[in-house]
């Protein structure tokens, strides 16, 4: 089931309105600690994530657009070079949903291609939030889609401020759409160990949580295997 270490799966991520600096530094001492990933954090805290993880391999992501997604497209480019030009070598991007459920399909490709580009700018990769709470299936299969003909490294299933977080069904039907094209990366509600297990059963190459350490402690305490 498992490609890689498990640790090696986890965006361990804070993105509440009210962390602080301190709680930034918690969270990259416990990935050093469990070598995560990476670490997500809102773009104000990118310079503090970078410095603190300036040792290590492990990554920094940003978010932008987040968590709504119905900012202008210069907004979210914009956003995207900040993010970049301080460090961040991931930015998980929130798609503008609207406009993919009124079906201006140009618009959307358009918005990711145009940060996609200012990332490469950077050498750094794009993960598409999706929503996946707000769409319909044949909603997901298209945002995929656009992501994939956009260049974009990921797609991902959820922000988690939205109304439910990642579904097994859903990161298989992102799966199936992206193919080997893009990656999948499953956030939202995401636990325990048996949740995240089920996620990268169904096709998740990533796994974004803020428990990433209670669900590595859990597994480290399974008998599953190591």
């Given at each position: 089931m498992l490609?890689?270490?498990?640790?090696?799966?986890?965006?361990?991520?804070?993105?509440k309105p009210a962390a602080t600096t301190e709680d930034i530094k918690k969270l990259c001492a416990e990935a050093k600690e469990y070598d995560?990933?990476?670490?997500?954090?809102?773009?104000?805290?990118?310079?503090?994530?970078?410095?603190?993880?300036?040792?290590?391999?492990?990554k920094v992501a940003a978010v932008i657009g987040f968590p709504l997604g119905g900012m202008s497209?210069?907004?979210k480019i914009d956003e995207t070079c900040d993010v970049c030009e301080k460090g961040a070598s991931e930015v998980d991007m929130v798609l503008n949903i609207g406009a993919l459920k009124?079906?201006?399909?140009?618009?959307v490709q358009d918005e990711i291609a145009c940060c996609v580009a200012a990332a490469d700018e950077y050498d750094a990769i794009?993960?598409?939030?999706?929503?996946?709470?707000c769409l319909t299936d044949s909603e997901i299969a298209k945002a995929c889609e656009l992501a994939v003909a956009a260049g974009a490294e990921f797609v991902k299933t959820s922000t988690g401020f939205g109304g439910s977080g990642a579904t097994a069904r859903h990161v298989a039907l992102m799966r199936a759409s992206v193919g080997n094209l893009a990656s999948v990366k499953a956030s939202g509600g995401i636990r325990d160990l048996d949740t995240c297990l089920e996620m990268i059963e169904a096709g998740a190459d990533r796994i974004g949580?803020?428990?990433?350490?209670?669900i590595?402690?859990?597994?480290?305490?399974?008998?599953r295997p190591q």
């Open positions: 490609t890689k270490p498990l640790n090696k799966y986890f965006d361990h991520t804070l993105l995560f990933y990476s670490v997500c954090v809102n773009g104000c805290y990118v310079e503090t994530a970078c410095a603190e993880l300036a040792d290590t391999d492990v497209m210069d907004a009124e079906g201006r399909f140009d618009y794009v993960k598409v939030i999706l929503e996946t709470c949580a803020s428990a990433s350490v209670a590595m402690q859990e597994y480290k305490k399974s008998a």
